[in-house]
C-alpha cells in the first residue's frame, strides 16, 4: 500500500504560481510513476503531468511551459510549480502514484483555483 499526501493549492490571481506537494508513504520503493492530474466541474479527469523513475516527464500539451514537475527520491515526494497561471487552470489536482505491482494510488485532491 502507499499512502499519499497532497498540500499547495489554494486561490490565486491569473499570471500567479503556486507549488503542490505530494509525500507519499508506505511501500514506496514499488513507485514507478509519480504525477498530477486535474479535474474541472463538468469535466473529465485529466493528465498534467507525470515523472516516471527513469527520469522521463510527460506533460499535457495545455501545461506545457508553464508547470514543471519534479521527483524527490530522498523524500518520495512530487512536486508541481505551475507558474503563469490561468482561470482555465482551475481544478481538483490529485496526486497519481503507479507501482510496479502495477496499481495505482490516487490522493486526496487539492483545489486550484485562479480568479482575480
Known amino acids: 500500500q502507499v499512502q499519499l499526501v497532497e498540500s499547495g493549492g489554494g486561490l490565486v490571481q491569473p499570471g500567479g504560481s503556486l507549488r503542490l506537494s505530494c509525500a507519499a508513504s508506505g511501500r514506496t520503493f514499488s513507485i514507478y510513476v509519480m504525477g498530477w492530474y486535474r479535474q474541472a466541474p463538468g469535466k473529465q479527469r485529466e493528465l498534467v503531468a507525470q515523472t516516471a523513475s527513469d527520469g522521463n516527464t510527460n506533460y499535457a500539451d495545455s501545461v506545457k511551459g508553464r508547470f514543471t514537475i519534479s521527483r524527490d527520491g530522498a523524500k518520495d515526494t512530487v512536486y508541481l510549480q505551475m507558474n503563469s497561471l490561468k482561470p482555465e487552470d482551475t481544478a481538483v489536482y490529485y496526486c497519481?502514484?503507479?507501482?510496479?505491482?502495477?496499481?495505482?494510488?490516487w490522493g486526496q485532491g487539492t483545489q486550484v483555483t485562479v480568479s482575480s
Open positions: 497519481q502514484v503507479v507501482t510496479y505491482g502495477p496499481q495505482t494510488y
